[in-house]
């Protein structure tokens, strides 16, 4: 019974733990995007921001869609070095070029 009861408790707070973590990384993600939107004052020109998070790959990051360019869509997601990096598409999917004001490398 006393040995049961421990197991029990070592899987709650390991499962705890697992929560506490990705909450954590769910925070400092977007917060780091919303830093570097404010950092190159492109947080004023956001029109809708959507917060996601991609099952595959374990990472959460931002779909926005910026005012100049409502027909354009783009993905913002932070590296392990804590570096913003963006892509985008058009309505119709397609990449876009890495030319656009939004593209970050």
């Known amino acids: 019974m006393k040995k049961s009861i421990t197991i029990l408790s070592i899987l709650g707070i390991l499962i705890l733990t ?15 995007i919303s830093n570097f939107l404010d950092k190159t004052n492109w947080s004023k020109d956001t029109k809708e921001i959507i917060n996601e998070y991609d099952i ?3 990472a959460y990051y931002q779909t926005i869609t910026f005012k100049d360019e409502d027909k354009n869509t783009y993905e913002f997601n932070v590296d392990g070095n804590k570096k913003v990096f963006s892509y985008g598409w058009d309505e119709h999917g397609n990449p876009l070029e890495t030319t656009e004001k939004y593209i970050t490398e």
């Not at 697992?18 to 780091?32: C, G, L």
């Open 18 to 32: 697992a929560f506490s973590v990705k909450q954590y990384e769910k925070y400092t993600t977007y917060s780091t």
């Open 56 to 58: 595959k790959r374990g």
